[in-house]
């Protein structure tokens, strides 16, 4: 399956070292700056007369005509660069956030079904040892009745992690740290606690980073169709370094906590019907990745490529990734406010939070 990434920045390597444990044929790489994509053909030890390496993605689909892209460019760039891949074709997996508006994330689905390729947000966590353990046990009913989740994303970004790309924390290309850093466990939260939202109450401030334009702290509450809780807890102030990615979820017959830096170790394992030992299962389950972004990116793209070779919806689709999205630009909204946020929400795009916490 030919297959080519748009943005070799920050999180490429991870969508290089996917496509080659998948057996996907890479056939160019695309970047405004060659610099990323030479650092990358020469990093992996790619054949440079064969990936191809470009700066302008439409002639890049237009020459190589890929079946598979992943978009890992800066957040705001993500729809129009999804759109043009859906209408020349392609299968697209889409770095998280699906996009920076609700009616972007809208028309991406739309297109994606009005041209018959897969969509896929990029929330590779959920393949993480510790959450699929923790799905499996939930669609076994073995939590009983659920009575509240909690997602605690607790990690530090410097002025140097901002200095290396300006995009970041910017309205207009990124958010803040709950559309970049904490986006992931939100998305697990959500999805654990059966994904129908009735409101959400939040609030965000910019407490340490006055050179970035969004937030470096958001707290919500969240009231759950299916009568359930979830508390949310984001920031990127920790010091010196991260801390934790923490979810909890609690039942009236089960208490688990995946945590580790990024939900990768299995660390609390407790149901009534005691159908496994604890020990045995938190052993199994735990993981140790070398970065906060895990091993899931291989088991994400082998699910992927399934999905187009079995035609059937991706794992995590458009639809898991517009809801992660939603999350987080309801809180957003319910901290400009001062309101709580029903759902299902309207439009709503990180535009409208602009000036948010100027002085």
């Known amino acids: 399956m030919k297959y080519a990434i748009i943005g070799c920045g920050r999180i490429s390597p991870n969508h290089v070292v996917a496509s080659q444990k998948t057996g996907l044929d890479l056939v160019a790489l695309c970047d405004l700056d060659l610099k990323n994509t030479e650092d990358k053909i020469k990093k992996f030890d790619l054949d440079a007369n064969y990936v191809k390496q470009y700066t302008d993605y439409k002639k890049m689909l237009e ?18 660069i999804a759109l043009d891949c859906i209408e020349a074709g392609c299968n697209v997996i889409i770095e998280k956030p699906i996009a920076l508006s609700l009616k972007d994330a809208d028309a991406i689905i739309e297109a994606g079904h009005k041209k018959g390729v897969k969509v896929c947000a990029c929330h590779q966590n959920r393949f ?16 009983g009745r659920l009575l509240y989740g909690t997602a605690h994303i607790r990690w530090a970004r410097d002025h140097e992690y901002y200095d290396r790309a300006s995009w970041r924390g910017t309205w207009e290309q990124d958010g803040g740290a709950l559309m970049n850093q904490c986006i992931h ?18 609030m965000t401030d910019r407490l340490k980073h006055d050179y970035i334009q969004a937030e470096d702290l958001g707290i919500a509450l969240v009231q759950f169709a299916n009568g359930s809780y979830g508390i949310i807890e984001g920031t990127t102030n920790v010091y010196p370094k991260n801390l934790e990615e923490t979810l909890y979820i ?30 045995q299962v938190k052993k199994e ?54 309101e709580p946020v029903e759902f299902p929400m309207k439009d709503c795009s990180t535009m409208d939070f602009v000036g948010r916490f100027d002085k």
């Open 185 to 202: 466990d939100i998305d697990l939260l959500r999805w654990m606690m059966g994904d129908e939202v009735v409101r959400v109450v939040g």
């Open 63 to 80: 020459e190589m005509k890929p079946e598979l892209v992943a978009i890992a460019t800066e957040s705001g760039k993500h729809a129009q």
């Open 285 to 338: 389950c735990s993981e140790l990745p070398p970065n906060v972004y895990g091993f899931g990116h291989s088991k994400l793209y082998r699910d992927v490529i399934d999905a187009i070779e079995n035609d059937r919806e991706p794992y995590v689709n458009g639809e898991a990734g517009r809801r992660a999205l939603e999350m987080v630009l309801a809180i957003y909204k319910s901290a400009a406010t001062g």
């Open 128 to 143: 993480n040892k510790s959450i699929q353990m923790i799905r499996e046990a939930l669609e076994k009913g073995r939590f």
């Open 250 to 279: 609690f039942g009236d017959k089960g208490t688990v906590k995946a945590g580790g830096d990024a939900v990768n170790l299995l660390e609390e394992w407790n149901f009534s019907d005691y159908v496994d030992d604890p020990v």
